[in-house]
């Protein structure tokens, strides 16, 4: 654990140029591309996660966000660059390799078995025993005792630890994903679009508990396709397009209106207007699109001095 | 971070949590409505016939549920790990005729054959899941497969080796009387004697619901028949977990292998087809969901049960048997209707 007290000291020192030195790194990516037979999913994506950072993966859907994750989470492997963990270079070939190396996803849609009690899906996969050989038995009460007191700790309310996860909010099972994750020593959390499916409330919820996972020392990546998600809690942000990285940027280099003008691109929205106005749309609403491209052009025109780094 | 954490002063009973009474959460076991079926069948036979309640009629209808329920036991577990298995009938058969066969053939010891057959069986069991997992074919097809080659080898290789559709006797050779002690004998309580088989089941249900309830692995048959994939990602070992289902359904087709031929001497090689049918039966009128990740070990025994009270009520309620299908057919479908209802219910609640 002495690790990882200098690696985050050396990250605050250097936190200007973090791309350069690996080992540094809890987690890096070097120029990782992948490809599906001839059609290339991933070109040259380069980045990084620290200890008690939010790295925010941004793009549109069909942009490569699932082919990162799965590369990092162990289902896929790369077939060019690099990957580190802690400064090694390595290649995972199941999720349960990646898992040993502390890297822990909670994916959009199969984070749960939603027939199973909570308890027991909270430890799915890494139960607790008692007992020798083949008498070796599950320590049923101590499991969901841990599970109710984890996910209290998380700041989790939870009526019975017995019912089925299917019965609980998708929010709500989100959020038991994630204790999970941190329950067990994850060092890296990947959160898979975890707003994508949830209302404005419940979003807030689980961007909560992003933070909560980032202030226990975790290294937190956040897929989504939402700026306004990404933005407040993220402190780098990496775009996707069509499988390339256009941009990869420190909080402090770039404001939301720009990160959301990167994200839609100012041009696609001023010609989107164009077209609903063609199509007779309803004033308002073509009234409020372009003065979103105001706003973003706006933004865009007026780059900070450091300029946003790009990968 | 200090809000979240003021408001969990949880007390110990959450206001939110109603009070389920103990009929309700009995109501939400899967086996329920099995055992609301069977408590009805039962009662129905005693009343139409009154030699049906006779110990020695019970001691016969729980040797006849046990014959189906040591297959339902791992045929439901596989159930419950969202599999199904239709090579099992004929699979048993196949048990029974490779020890029989290789004893007589090579003139061992039966329990160099007996423990030849379980190598067999285990293997069955192996490349039925085997294979599933590399092709990801549906297991219907997997094991509609292995059904049709498992009879054509039956019929082919007995004829093949003892020239005959059924084995010869291996009554006179070694080793076959202490097999039959552990395979078909009886015991007798209180002057009735009751199958060895019957103990079995009983032996092997408790086993294989302290598996699912309270092992590592019983989890991993409800999540990788609830959701694969999910499971996969939590990582826990999908292939081990369906492959060794597969396994136990072959142990289970082994012991009733070997009680079908130390019961008698000889097997009929054309024997076994269609009981795959009774295994899945017994597992699904017990309460085992067929697309996986909800049952229970209980629940096919129960199902097991229920058939062999209607196999033999009907005799006992001197009724043509002819009617048998038709009533298991009924069955079937007032079973898995009363799971339906009985799960929503419970869930609802």
């Known amino acids: ?311 | 971070m200090t809000i979240t954490q003021t408001k969990i002063a949880s007390p110990a009973t959450d206001e939110r949590v109603a009070k389920r009474n103990p009929l309700q959460k009995l109501l939400g076991r899967p086996e329920v409505g099995a055992l609301v079926g069977a408590i009805v069948l039962f009662v129905f036979f005693a009343l139409v016939s009154p030699t049906f309640t006779q110990p020695n009629a019970l001691a016969t209808i729980l040797y006849g549920s046990s014959t189906i329920g040591i297959m339902a036991v791992g045929v439901s577990l596989l159930m419950i790990g969202g599999e199904f298995d239709l090579s099992t009938g004929v699979a048993v058969i196949s048990s029974a005729l490779t020890a029989s066969m290789f004893s007589w053939y090579f003139s061992t010891n039966v329990w160099v054959g007996v423990l030849l057959a379980l190598l067999v069986s285990l293997g069955i069991g192996f490349i039925n899941g085997w294979i599933l997992m590399k092709t990801k074919l549906p297991s219907f097809i997997v094991t509609l497969a292995t059904f049709l080659m498992l009879t054509g080898l039956n019929l082919g290789l007995t004829r093949l080796i003892g020239g005959s559709v059924s084995s010869p006797s291996i009554s006179n050779m070694d080793g076959f009387d202490t097999a039959r002690g552990v395979f078909a004998s009886a015991v007798n309580i209180a002057g009735i004697e009751v199958k060895i088989t019957v103990f079995i089941w009983i032996a092997l249900v408790a086993v294989a619901t302290w598996v699912l309830m309270r092992t590592r692995v019983g989890n991993w048959i409800f999540a990788v028949g609830g959701d694969e994939n999910a499971a996969r990602a939590v990582g826990v070992p999908v292939k081990a977990t369906k492959i060794g289902l597969f396994m136990g359904v072959g142990f289970c087709g082994w012991v009733l292998g070997m009680h079908n031929l130390f019961a008698f001497d000889t097997v009929q090689s054309g024997e076994g087809v269609g009981n795959e049918f009774l295994y899945i039966i017994a597992a699904v009128i017990g309460g085992c969901l067929l697309t996986g990740g909800y049952g229970s070990a209980i629940g096919g025994a129960i199902g097991a049960f229920i058939f062999g009270m209607a196999n033999k009520g009907i005799v006992y309620a001197q009724w043509n048997p002819d009617w048998f299908k038709f009533f298991l057919g009924l069955m079937l479908l007032l079973a898995t209707i009363v799971n339906l209802i009985v799960k929503r219910r419970a869930e609802l609640k």
């Open chain 1, 1 to 311: 654990m002495n690790a990882h007290k200098i690696d985050q000291q050396t990250l605050l020192k250097n936190e200007r140029d973090p791309l350069t030195h690996t080992p540094v790194h809890l987690l890096s990516l070097e120029g990782v591309g992948k490809h599906y037979g001839n059609i290339i999913a991933l070109s040259d994506v380069t980045m990084a996660v620290d200890n008690g950072r939010v790295t925010c993966v941004l793009g549109d859907n069909g942009a490569g966000k699932s082919t990162l994750i799965k590369i990092i989470a162990g289902l896929h492997q790369h077939d060019a660059g690099v990957l580190n963990i802690m400064g090694e270079e390595r290649k995972f070939s199941s999720p349960r390799d990646a898992l040993d190396a502390g890297i822990a996803t909670v994916y959009q849609d199969l984070a749960v078995v939603p027939l199973m009690p909570i308890w027991r899906n909270f430890f799915l996969g890494s139960e607790l025993t008692s007992g020798f050989g083949p008498f070796k038995s599950m320590d049923v009460e101590k499991m969901k005792d841990i599970t109710k007191k984890e996910l209290a700790d998380m700041g989790i309310d939870l009526r019975d630890v017995e019912q089925p996860i299917g019965q609980l909010s998708g929010g709500e099972r989100q959020c038991v994903a994630i204790a999970r994750a941190v329950y067990f020593g994850a060092k890296v959390l990947i959160l898979d679009e975890p707003t994508a499916a949830l209302g404005v409330k419940q979003s807030g919820v689980v961007l909560r508990y992003i933070l909560q996972a980032r202030d226990r020392g975790l290294g937190v990546i956040f897929i989504t396709h939402n700026p306004h998600h990404a933005f407040p809690v993220g402190d780098r942000f990496l775009l996707l397009k069509r499988g390339k990285s256009i941009g990869y940027y420190d909080k402090k280099d770039i404001t939301l209106d720009e990160l959301t003008a990167q994200m839609a691109g100012g041009a696609e929205l001023a010609e989107l207007a164009h077209e609903l106005e063609q199509l007779g749309g309803h004033s308002d609403v073509v009234k409020e699109v372009q003065a979103e491209v105001a706003d973003v052009t706006h933004g865009a025109e007026t780059p900070k001095e450091s300029g946003p780094r790009h990968a």
